[in-house]
């Protein structure tokens, strides 16, 4: 199980000054399955998918990304080993990255964007790096956008060239933090269903949302984090429809309260 | 005015004023540079750099540009530094851009949004290409109004130079108007002359910033 698993994580814990944000995760999301990561805010969502990419520097704990340590190897005597900056990135590549922010590239277009790691990383020529790039485009539906810059761009446009940038790397695990936080209400769907998509393709997906019916109909394993632990994880119907924890409870009812009951049913 | 003084004089105002744009010019070009290393020697280097440019960039821009080029000119030789005023003039403006020039790079550099080097990350580039790739470029669009705005300063900071008698515009002209007595009248050709200079350089910054609006963060 753990040798299969996409992502491992033991006993993760990361504190910022003395606020300890993550207490003790462990958690594992395996080869092409779409975990969701929900939990109110605050409750370090972000933080676990940070650490997963080493955006962050866990305090304690083993992350493997594929079965390789990411950032701190278990040493013999039960202490960690800080891995040098080279493996760090070697381990990273397995892992694509989508911001609630986008975090486009201004001075880029759109296929500058996509292009960029396969020029500087992977060190193709510029005409087949262009064409791969413009291939990933192509797949979130942006190929006559490609000239375009992040500016002239929507939020849901510029979201999706972000997907298309982390694609083009051909990693192993896509990793979203509220891929659809920063959109407006109409321009989320665009983005869910290239989402929905890449999930269909059986891409491993651990996604952090606020999409309580993306998580529902999309995600098969979800986690419910709450105030930096794992307080309650299962298959998707199983959760969703017994909800046995009461903070899991209580953190859907606010969903619930607002109409998006119908999001569940189905 | 004496038109005859004037047509006498004018050879030399002209060369005096390629003195000046010559060593602006320079000082636009280079300050930013000295200033780029600058900044990226704090912002990258180890801590003890950071404390040292600090302090030069603090005592720089803390005191007048015109004590600087008079312990430059007339305190240079003790140590060993015996220049002829141009390049001494050349020297110093350079240096005193680069400190003001490596706050405004530093300022752009930290205003980077964390997140496009984490995606940069995220991508695998390594740090040396995140900071050519990423971090410079957007920097420059970040900092350019107020380069602009420094580049006018360094234009108008030139004519202190014509107190260690390099032979720019400012020096040609009042030795004219000392001459031929015509004090006021030099001035008022001094002042249209070098607010020309910066009107100019503002249009070209703002069509600068026209043309990379499209670079725009979002
Ligand atoms: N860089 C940081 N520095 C200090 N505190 C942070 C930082 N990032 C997150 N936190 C804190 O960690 C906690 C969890 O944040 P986060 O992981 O963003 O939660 P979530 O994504 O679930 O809303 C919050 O209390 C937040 O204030
Ligand atoms: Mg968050």
Known sequence: MTQDAAITMRNVVKRFGGNTVLRGVDLDVRHGEVTCLIGPSGSGKSTLLRC????????????????????????????????????????????????????????????????????????????????????????????????????????????????????????????????????????????????????????????????????????????FLDEGRIALEGRAGEVFRKPWHPRMAQFLQTYLDRGASVLLEG | MNFDALIEALPEIIDGLEVTIAIWLAGCLFGPLLGLAIALGRQFGPRWLDRGLWAFVEVIRGTPFLVQMFLLYYGGPFIGLDLDPTPAGLLGLIVYGAAYFSEILRGGLIAVPKGHVEAALCVGLDRGQVIRRILLPEMTLLVLPACVNMWVVLLKETAILSIITVPEFTLAVTAFGSATFAFTQSAAVLALAYWGLTELTGRLGRSLEARFDRFRLV
Do not use: C
Not at chain 1, 82 to 109: C, D, K, Y
Not at chain 1, 137 to 166: C, M
Not at chain 1, 208 to 213: C, L, N, R
């Open chain 1, 52 to 223: 997963a990419a080493f955006l962050e520097e866990h305090d304690d704990g083993i992350i493997r990304i594929g079965g390789a340590p990411i950032g701190y190897d278990a040493a013999a005597d039960g202490s960690r080993t800080r891995l040098p900056p080279g493996e760090i990135a070697r381990v990273r590549r397995s892992i694509g990255m989508v911001f609630q922010q986008f975090n486009l590239w201004p001075h880029m277009t759109a296929l500058g964007n996509v292009a960029e790691g396969l020029r500087q990383v992977l060190r193709l020529p510029k005409r087949e790096a262009q064409d791969r790039a413009m291939a990933h485009l192509t797949r979130v539906g942006l190929a006559e956008r490609a000239s375009f810059y992040p500016s002239q761009l929507s939020g849901g446009q510029q979201q999706r060239v972000a997907i298309a940038r982390a694609l083009a790397m051909d990693p192993k695990i896509m990793l979203f933090d509220e891929p659809t936080s920063s959109l407006d209400p109409e321009l989320t769907g665009e983005v869910l269903t290239v989402m929905r998509d890449l999930a269909a393709e059986g891409m491993t997906m651990l996604v952090v949302t606020h999409e309580i019916g993306f998580a529902a109909h999309v995600g098969q394993h979800i986690v």
